[in-house]
């Protein structure tokens, strides 16, 4: 009779202890799972980062025929709400090197991109606001890629643009516009071997 006794009372101590154990490590495993659209955010991201690359977008206002460029991906999705057109990777930079500065001018809303210190500091003198760097360049022997700077002579607003895009080039300066040369190198994604995501990922329709 004890041990029948005793019988019963283990099993109503695992019946009784089991079932609360169980919920509280379950509810344990829900707290430690990673929220999906947290990790989501994360894999947005650090999804252009890779090494000391550093991914620049491309964003055009085509109300105004403006193209901004920056690394940072909040500036981009802000930007991309807000009617802008996001074209996609313009150029991969390095983490160091030597810096590309970044101006605004408040009276045209017109962005210019630089690494002539000289420059940067005539036009932060002159009505320019220096918005600090934009990234970094790479230099032209060190698997270089060169970024062109194109200016149209016929506007006044957001007269300069920027592409690694040796065809893009072509067309603009078919079209009127200047080639005013090498501007600043990113650096080749594929330098391990891969994919060369380099080029511009989309190029204005004008070029289509």
């Keep these: ?31 430690l799972s990673p929220d999906e659209a947290y990790m989501e955010e994360l894999r947005n991201k650090y999804a252009d980062y890779d090494g000391d690359v550093v991914a620049i977008y491309r ?40 810096p590309i500065y970044r101006l605004y001018n408040p009276s045209n809303d017109n962005h210019l991109y ?39 002579p016929y506007v006044e607003l957001n007269p300069h643009h920027y592409t690694d895009s040796l065809e893009e080039c072509d067309y603009l300066r078919s079209n009127g516009w200047n080639v005013e040369g090498v501007a600043w190198y990113g650096i080749s994604h594929n330098a391990g071997g891969g994919t060369d995501y380099t080029r511009a990922q989309w190029i204005h329709a004008l070029v289509d």
């Design 1 to 31: 009779m004890k041990r029948r006794i005793l019988s019963l009372l283990m099993v109503m101590v695992m019946l009784l202890t089991s079932v609360p154990v169980f919920a509280t490590a379950q509810e344990l495993a829900d707290r």
């Design 59 to 98: 964003i055009y206002n085509p109300s105004n025929g403006k193209h901004h460029y920056t690394d940072d991906a909040e500036e981009r999705d802000f930007l991309a709400n807000g009617g802008w057109i996001y074209e996609g990777i313009a150029w991969y930079a390095p983490k160091t090197g030597d």
């Design 114 to 152: 630089t690494t002539d210190a000289v420059e940067k500091d005539f036009l932060d003198a002159n009505g320019w606001n220096y918005e600090g760097l934009l990234t970094y360049s790479s230099h032209s022997g060190d698997d270089g890629v060169p970024l062109y700077r194109v200016f149209n």
